[in-house]
């Protein structure tokens, strides 16, 4: 089970000057966190500026990521160390790009690195590196010696890492998935993500880490163009309620309202 609540932790949202991820950033703030907020350039981000103004630099970290490369987040994870934060509880893996809306024929391999650089390499990094740093949950439970020996029970769990897919990446969802077209790179990298997503979900749970894969709704952002189902803070409210809602999060692919999605 997952912790709860997410009060009086330490949560990184990448992704945070806009959209859904300033929204989390609010969200968590609300809750008597501190938050670390990432953007590429957080000097140029106006609300998180605001933000820090009002709750002050102790609560509300702001620092430079570009998650499409990977220079860049090994860097920001030693700032983070370096600045004095002893763990992380809850990471939130919301920095993405859609890409350029093209047809088919459009298509370019550039089109696709951007996405998989962005959407997959980058969460996959961000937890390498805080885990490098030794910033994100404990040391793995060692194997037992004895031959035989039943695997020691795994701890329970520290911390949250929340990868913000999206119902594109599923393969077999009736409602969106199978039933719209295009979107070949933001798809292709959302469905890489939840692959990562499984898979870091049984790695790191003997160090008491949960992973899951979380879609954010279709939400009216920079990113849908404008278009959408839901606003931002409704996205954010939803997704803050599902990690705090004490179900079993490891390995699943949920939605803001709690909704399975199969993979």
Avoid at 104 to 113: C, S, Y
């Amino acid at each position: 089970m997952a912790m709860r609540p997410i009060t009086g932790k330490t949560v990184v949202v990448t992704g945070g000057s806009r959209g859904i991820g300033l929204s989390l950033v609010k969200g968590f703030l609300a809750r008597d966190n501190v938050v670390i907020a990432t953007s590429r350039k957080v000097s140029d981000a106006a609300e998180l500026q605001q933000l820090r103004q009002q709750y002050g630099p102790a609560r509300l970290h702001l620092s430079d990521l570009d998650a499409s490369r990977a220079a860049s987040i090994a860097q920001w994870a030693e700032g983070v160390k370096g600045a004095g934060v002893k763990h992380v509880d809850v990471l939130v893996n919301n920095a993405g790009v859609y890409g350029r809306r093209l047809d088919l024929q459009e298509f370019t391999e550039a089109d696709f690195l951007l996405a998989f650089h962005t959407n997959t390499l980058g969460p996959f990094f961000v937890v390498q590196q805080l885990l490098k740093q030794g910033l994100l949950g404990l040391p793995p439970v060692p194997a037992p010696t004895e031959p035989g020996a039943p695997p020691p029970p795994a701890p329970a769990p520290v911390a949250l890492v929340a990868n913000i897919s999206s119902i594109m990446g599923s393969n077999t969802d009736p409602t969106v998935s199978t039933v719209t077209k295009g979107g070949f790179a933001y798809r292709a990298s959302k469905a890489a993500l939840n692959a990562i997503s499984t898979t870091l979900a049984r790695d790191l749970a003997p160090s008491g880490v949960e992973v899951v894969a979380m879609h954010p709704g279709y939400v009216r952002t920079q990113l849908s163009g404008g278009n959408g189902w839901i606003d931002a803070e409704e996205s954010a409210a939803g997704l803050i309620g599902v990690m705090e809602s004490g179900v079993a999060l490891n390995g699943r692919f949920l939605t803001y309202n709690g909704e399975e999605i199969p993979w």
